[in-house]
């Protein structure tokens, strides 16, 4: 796996900026910054594993990972990356934990345009300046999303083996009684090693997994459908277990724009019905 190159980073200033594309499949080896970072993805989608934690980022999503987090990267789809890096001094007030918040206009329009001043080295010291203090604002104001997976750690590779086998194909249609012949163990030491090493069974873990692809196909603009055949769900069953975990269809998931958005879109669009149901 290739290593991550961060840009010079002078310490005067107290913030970097970095854009750069990868290819899909690409995983970047577990590597740490001094500085804390915002991983974001202006188009694609990341699976970002740090500590014993993936978070799955979609498009509008972006990860804080404070200086020193030891974390690996793989590119889910083709990735347009903008990365942002701060000094501690500057973001002290910050979470100290890892995590995914949704990214929204101002926020992604702020970003977008530090990566490109660094990267031409064009512009205003001012504003620049100006626009490091108000990105670090709005990381603190943005709402954080929750689509992270508990990964084991390598003292059972039975556990392990088993979960990277239902990350590399989350399809219901291969049972946790075929997953546990596959590497030798039991059912029911399987399933006592996930709620003890996990916080969770099986089935709530791999739906979490199968959320992650869903949205990833999602934003790659996959159908509703084919997505839901490759998890072997029936496409009614899917998009039932998708608004149930996630607050909004499928279908009224916009790549472009957040969860939330796509919520309240839900919500505008089932009301009126609602309204003339109640006057019939």
Known sequence: MPKARPPELRDAAGAGALARHYPRGLRIEPHSHTWAQVLYAMSGVMWVEVG????????????????GTPHSIHMMSDVEMRNLYFHERNVGHLSRR?????????????????????RTQTGDEAYLEAAYRLAVLELGRAPRSSLRIALPDAS????????????????????????????????????????????????????????AVAVS????????????????????????????????????????????????????????????????
């Open 156 to 211: 059972d590779r039975r556990l392990e083996a088993l979960c990277r086998a239902v990350i590399a194909n989350p399809s219901i249609a291969i049972s946790f009684e075929q997953h546990a012949a596959s590497v030798g163990a039991s059912v029911r030491t399987l399933a006592r090693l996930f709620t003890r090493e996990l916080g969770v069974g099986f089935a709530e873990w791999r739906r979490q997994v199968q959320l």
């Open 98 to 118: 890892s995590d995914v918040f949704e990214v929204n206009g101002l926020l992604r329009e702020l970003i977008t345009s530090i990566a490109e001043y660094e």
């Open 52 to 67: 014993r934690e993936a978070l799955v980022v979609p498009p509008q999503r972006a990860v804080w990972l404070p200086g």
């Open 217 to 280: 196909g999602l934003a790659e603009g996959r159908s509703v459908s084919s997505i839901a055949r490759e998890l072997g769900f029936q496409p009614s069953s899917f998009s039932d277990m998708f608004r149930r975990e996630l607050g909004a269809p499928p279908t009224g998931f916009d790549p472009g724009g957040t969860l939330g958005e796509a919520a309240a879109a839900s919500v505008a669009a089932v009301e009126p019905e609602q309204a003339k149901s109640g006057r019939g």
